[in-house]
């Protein structure tokens, strides 16, 4: 039996106008959108969707990490909230500031999210 997946643009979230366009190197189906011409592979969306209700917000220890990356040779920092015990990452955050701040607003966010999940 075969799954059905909903279809939806990454770019500008049409969800109606396709054109299937070969598989990738891992046999999964691409398609081509009509309206803006993005290649994609829907997989990732589906798979997200499927770890969305293990991730356990309950959890009682969540860290958070932060990483400097360059991106067009400017330094970034990237902060990750992460489950001690599944070791999912439950939310990032990207910004050109390391302090304090970016890291509250990070956990507020996923707070946020929190709430909505349960």
Not at 70 to 89: A, H, L, M, N, P
Request: proline share 3%; glycine share 4%; with cysteine.
């Amino acid at each position: 039996m075969q799954k059905i997946v909903s279809v939806k643009c990454p770019k500008c979230n049409n969800k109606d106008s396709f054109y299937r366009y070969g598989k990738d190197r891992d046999g999964y189906q691409k398609y081509l959108c009509r309206k803006c011409n993005h290649q994609f592979a829907p997989f990732f969306n589906n798979l997200s969707l499927e770890l969305i209700p293990m991730l356990d917000f309950n959890s009682d220890e969540w860290h958070a990490d932060e990483t400097v990356v360059k991106i067009s040779g400017q330094k970034y920092y990237i902060w990750f909230i992460i489950d001690s015990e599944t070791r999912f990452v439950l939310g990032f955050h990207l910004s050109p500031y390391r302090n304090s701040e970016q890291v509250l607003l990070c956990l507020t966010l996923l707070k946020i999210l929190a709430m909505l999940m349960l």
